[in-house]
């Protein structure tokens, strides 16, 4: 019979482990109790110290923005520049800290969510200073970056493999949306086109197209493989 956990050998009759005082066990028999590997109380007190701090960054964050809206009403008579510090830290809050008040935040609920925020934030800014840049803009580049993120997310998390093509397809999206960014930029602010988009698309589609090649080509993916555990 040998120690569970330091795995010399025992004498039989031994109640623990002269080396290590590890209780005697034998699954055969069922002699014994087996050794704990881990506190049972470390993951209730850990959530519970998280919550604490998550509670308290809460009331911290709260009373700051009613602080800054009192101190601007009192001093301008209206909301003025505390709107921007109220409504950036909601956002920062939903983005950054919503997902800690949960065990286990899924990205795919709260991907989306911090996004939706981002786009709110956006909305509530172009409605107060009356510009027009939101729906020709704003949105379109949240959409679109939501979508990559999301997209990525959802294919380096449940497809199995094919790490070299969903990158490089990746790469590929991400040049072309440049594009599309610059495009919009030019549709609502009036400036010309294809002054930076054009370089970045270019260059993010060598590599796209470098890693689809390299996914196709098997010694040059068994390379990659190798060396960036892809």
């Known amino acids: 019979m040998y120690c569970v956990r330091c795995g010399v050998k ?17 699954p ?29 960054l809460t009331v ?3 009373a700051a ?18 709107f921007y510090v109220i409504v950036s830290t909601a956002a920062f809050y939903f983005i950054f800290l919503l997902p800690f008040w949960f065990r286990d935040p899924h ?29 020709t803009f704003a949105l379109p580049l949240t959409a679109i970056l939501a979508a990559l993120t999301i997209g990525s997310i959802a294919l380096f998390r449940y497809v199995k493999g094919g790490t070299i093509f969903i990158t490089g397809g990746l790469l590929l999206l991400i040049g072309g949306s440049c594009m599309l960014a610059e495009f919009f930029e030019h549709l609502t602010f009036g400036t010309a086109m294809f002054t930076w988009s054009i370089y970045a698309a270019v260059v993010f589609g060598l590599f796209g197209t470098f890693l689809i090649l390299a996914g196709i080509i098997r010694p040059l993916r068994e390379y990659l493989d190798r060396q960036f555990f892809l």
Not at 111 to 129: H, K, N, R
């Open 107 to 135: 990205p795919m609920i709260f991907v989306p969510v911090a996004f939706l925020s981002l786009c709110l934030l956006l909305l509530l800014i172009s409605g107060y200073t009356g510009g027009r840049w939101f729906l």
């Open 28 to 56: 055969e028999t069922g002699e014994g109790e087996p050794a704990a590997t881990y506190s049972d109380r470390y993951p209730i007190i850990s959530r519970q110290k998280r919550l604490t701090v998550m509670a308290s």
């Open 60 to 62: 911290v964050l709260l």
């Open 10 to 26: 025992l004498q039989d009759g031994v109640k623990a482990c002269p080396l290590c005082a590890t209780p005697v066990w034998c």
């Open 65 to 82: 923005m009613v602080a800054c809206f009192s101190i601007a009403y009192n001093t301008t008579g209206r909301m003025g520049w505390s």
